[in-house]
Each structure stands twice: as structure tokens, then as C-alpha cells.
């Protein structure tokens, strides 16, 4: 299969995990790299060993070699620079959250569809080889019933501004409580009858924390929050009339562990070796583009407009609005 050739929009933290995961990939090769400033996007792209940089995302998504472009800009910019790629006939693997609101979602993803490109949402945990194996765990039975989950995803991280900030579309939820509900939306499923939620806040109005109990209409329920003013576990773990199961980090599964009813561990599965986890995205990607598909089969675009629409309820509740919507 022909390398896919990726560029870089957006040169911070998170685009460096994927800039030294994809220099690892035999399959891809690293055209661009583009920043608002030269300088920084040049060192980026001397740093990880992309060809070129751009001092502008206008030209990054203008050069023509680029097929496949990961935006890795704050939340509160993903709408506009999504648009500019696909506008520029570029594919588009756009970082979570996704956008702001579902409204903007359903655009990006119909501009897609139109120009027949792919788009897809770097909700990296639904990529990972260790989802499917939580799903067969959860389907085998082993615990029997299962009644509940918890779920949690909690950072020091409440100093940085794209969290604190509302133009920039802070808050824990699109940060870290989007985890939270996408493991509840994987071993649960969607079919949701009611979400109460709570919340403490940053005085500049978006959640410095918050907590969302997701009741489904065959009464399990799912307690989920997330927050950036403290370390949590990250753990994942359901609660069984059998017995347990306990995810080792919901940000990126490192082991499921099945515990019986006198809470003994009978079964551990482990992780297998990874770059950093972002590389099954990125080969999901290459897949569906070479398939000339819209969207890849493990994101649908169907669950990242139902979680933006569950976020958007969410943020209701709390009264928490970005000054742009």
C-alpha cells in the first residue's frame, strides 16, 4: 500500500506525540509541518523529520504532496481549520473534541461527505486494539450482569489556559470528561434514557470539574467525571452480579482485569506493545482513504455527532456557553 502522507496543523504538545508516533511508521511519510510562526514550525519539523514548514496553516493545507492532515489546534479552532483543509481537498484527522457543539460537527461532517473526503475524530481509545478485546470481555458473560460503571479521568492541568480559558472552549468536560463518556458509550452502548450532571467551576465560567451520572433505559447506570485540578486512577471498572472488571486507564487501556465475587483476579488482559497508541488511528486512516471511504469504520461519524450532542446537553445543564456560539 502506498505511504500516506500526512501533514501536522498545530505544533504544541499533543502534536508531538503524534509527530514522534508517526516518524515510527513505516507506512506513513511526514511531508509538513505548519505553525502561525515560522520559527516554531520550523523546529517542530527539524525535531521529528518533516520535509517541510509552514508559517501558516494556509500554506501547509495548500501543498499539494500533503494528503492527510492532523489538527492538533485548541478545540475552540477545529471547525474553521477543518473547513480550511477539507476546502483544500486535504483529508482530515481532527483531535478531540471533535468541535465545540454538534452544529458545527454536522457541517464539517457534510462538507466531508460532499467533497468525498475523509474526516474522522482522534478519539484514539476507539482505534486501540484493546477496545474490542474490553467488548468481548464484556460480552462473554464472565461477570454476568453487569448493574454499573465508573469511570474517571483526572489531571493537574488547571493552569493551562486552553483549559481555563471559555474563547478557547475550556473546561474538563471536552478535555477529559469526553473519556469518561466514550468508555461509558463503549461498554454500555448509547441507548440512553436520561443524563443528570454537576459541576465546579473556574470563575471564568467553564467546569474546573465535573460529574455526569448517564442512566440507560435497561437500568444500568454510568458515573462518570473528569477533572483538572487533581491525579486520579483513570480507571474504567463495571460492576457485575459475578464479579468485577477493572480498565487500567480509560485514556488508553493498559490492562483489563477480571476479579470473581470473593474479589480474587482470575484473568488479566494486557496491552499489546504500542508507539504511543496513536499509531491505529493513523492506520485506520490510511485504511479508509485508500478504501475511499468518508469515514473510518471504528469512529463512525454517527458517534461523534451523538457525543458533541451529549456534551452540548450537558453544557446546558450547567450553563456553561462559549462566548463565539
Same mark, same amino acid.
Given at each position: =500500500?502506498?505511504?500516506?502522507? #500526512?501533514?501536522?496543523?498545530?505544533?504544541?504538545?499533543?502534536?508531538?506525540? =503524534?509527530?514522534?508516533?508517526?516518524?515510527?511508521?513505516?507506512?506513513?511519510? #511526514?511531508?509538513?509541518?505548519?505553525?502561525?510562526?515560522? /520559527?516554531?514550525?520550523?523546529? $517542530?519539523?527539524?525535531?521529528?523529520?518533516?520535509?517541510?514548514?509552514?508559517?501558516?496553516?494556509?500554506?501547509?493545507?495548500?501543498? /499539494?504532496?500533503?494528503?492527510? *492532515?492532523?489538527?492538533?489546534?485548541?478545540?475552540?479552532?477545529?471547525?474553521?481549520?477543518?473547513?480550511?483543509?477539507?476546502?483544500?481537498?486535504?483529508?482530515?484527522?481532527?483531535?478531540?473534541? $471533535?468541535?465545540?457543539?454538534?452544529?458545527?460537527?454536522?457541517?464539517?461532517?457534510?462538507?466531508?461527505?460532499?467533497?468525498?473526503?475523509?474526516?474522522?475524530?482522534?478519539?484514539? !481509545?476507539?482505534?486501540?486494539?484493546?477496545?474490542?478485546?474490553?467488548?468481548?470481555?464484556?460480552?462473554?458473560? !464472565?461477570?454476568?450482569? *453487569?448493574?454499573?460503571?465508573?469511570?474517571?479521568?483526572?489531571? !493537574? *492541568?488547571?493552569?493551562?489556559?486552553?483549559?481555563?480559558?471559555?474563547?478557547?472552549?475550556?473546561?474538563?468536560?471536552?478535555?477529559?470528561?469526553?473519556?469518561?463518556?466514550?468508555?461509558?458509550?463503549?461498554?454500555?452502548?448509547?441507548?440512553?434514557?436520561? %443524563?443528570?450532571? @454537576?459541576?465546579? #467551576?473556574? @470563575?471564568?465560567?467553564?467546569?474546573?470539574?465535573?460529574?455526569?451520572?448517564?442512566?440507560?433505559?435497561?437500568?444500568?447506570?454510568?458515573?462518570?467525571?473528569?477533572?483538572?485540578?487533581?491525579?486520579?486512577?483513570?480507571?474504567?471498572?463495571?460492576?457485575?452480579?459475578?464479579?468485577? *472488571?477493572?480498565?487500567?486507564?480509560?485514556?488508553?487501556?493498559?490492562? %483489563?482485569?477480571?476479579?470473581?465475587?470473593?474479589?480474587?483476579?482470575?484473568?488479566?488482559?494486557?496491552?499489546?506493545?504500542? %508507539?504511543?497508541?496513536?499509531?491505529?488511528?493513523?492506520?485506520?486512516?490510511?485504511?479508509?482513504?485508500?478504501?475511499?471511504?468518508?469515514?473510518? @469504520?471504528? =469512529?463512525?461519524?454517527?458517534?461523534?455527532?451523538? =457525543?458533541?450532542?451529549?456534551? @452540548?446537553?450537558?453544557?446546558?445543564?450547567?450553563?456553561?456557553?462559549?462566548?463565539?456560539?
Amino acid at each position: =500500500m502506498e505511504k500516506l502522507k #500526512m501533514g501536522i496543523l498545530a505544533c504544541g504538545g499533543i502534536a508531538g506525540i =503524534m509527530a514522534d508516533t508517526i516518524s515510527h511508521m513505516e507506512q506513513v511519510e #511526514m511531508v509538513a509541518a505548519g505553525a502561525r510562526d515560522y /520559527e516554531r514550525a520550523k523546529k $517542530f519539523a527539524d525535531q521529528y523529520g518533516f520535509k517541510r514548514a509552514y508559517g501558516s496553516y494556509e500554506e501547509l493545507v495548500a501543498d /499539494e504532496e500533503v494528503e492527510l *492532515i492532523y489538527v492538533a489546534s485548541p478545540h475552540s479552532h477545529h471547525y474553521e481549520h477543518i473547513k480550511l483543509c477539507l476546502e483544500h481537498g486535504k483529508h482530515v484527522l481532527c483531535e478531540k473534541a $471533535f468541535t465545540v457543539n454538534a452544529k458545527q460537527a454536522e457541517e464539517v461532517l457534510k462538507l466531508a461527505k460532499e467533497k468525498n473526503l475523509l474526516l474522522t475524530e482522534a478519539m484514539w !481509545v476507539r482505534y486501540i486494539p484493546m477496545c474490542e478485546t474490553l467488548k468481548e470481555v464484556i460480552a462473554s458473560g !464472565v461477570i454476568g450482569e *453487569i448493574s454499573t460503571l465508573t469511570a474517571n479521568l483526572h489531571y !493537574v *492541568i488547571d493552569g493551562n489556559e486552553r483549559i481555563y480559558k471559555p474563547e478557547l472552549a475550556g473546561g474538563a468536560l471536552l478535555d477529559v470528561g469526553i473519556y469518561a463518556l466514550t468508555f461509558a458509550s463503549i461498554c454500555f452502548g448509547d441507548d440512553v434514557a436520561r %443524563i443528570t450532571s @454537576d459541576a465546579v #467551576m473556574f @470563575d471564568t465560567g467553564v467546569d474546573a470539574q465535573s460529574t455526569m451520572i448517564v442512566t440507560y433505559k435497561d437500568g444500568k447506570v454510568a458515573i462518570c467525571s473528569g477533572g483538572t485540578g487533581g491525579l486520579s486512577d483513570r480507571q474504567g471498572i463495571l460492576y457485575g452480579r459475578q464479579g468485577m *472488571i477493572v480498565v487500567e486507564n480509560i485514556n488508553n487501556f493498559e490492562s %483489563i482485569k477480571v476479579y470473581n465475587l470473593n474479589r480474587e483476579l482470575v484473568k488479566t488482559y494486557e496491552a499489546p506493545p504500542q %508507539i504511543s497508541g496513536y499509531e491505529y488511528e493513523v492506520e485506520a486512516c490510511l485504511k479508509a482513504i485508500r478504501a475511499g471511504k468518508t469515514e473510518c @469504520d471504528e =469512529m463512525p461519524h454517527a458517534e461523534t455527532v451523538l =457525543m458533541m450532542k451529549r456534551m @452540548d446537553g450537558i453544557r446546558e445543564s450547567l450553563k456553561i456557553r462559549y462566548p463565539f456560539e
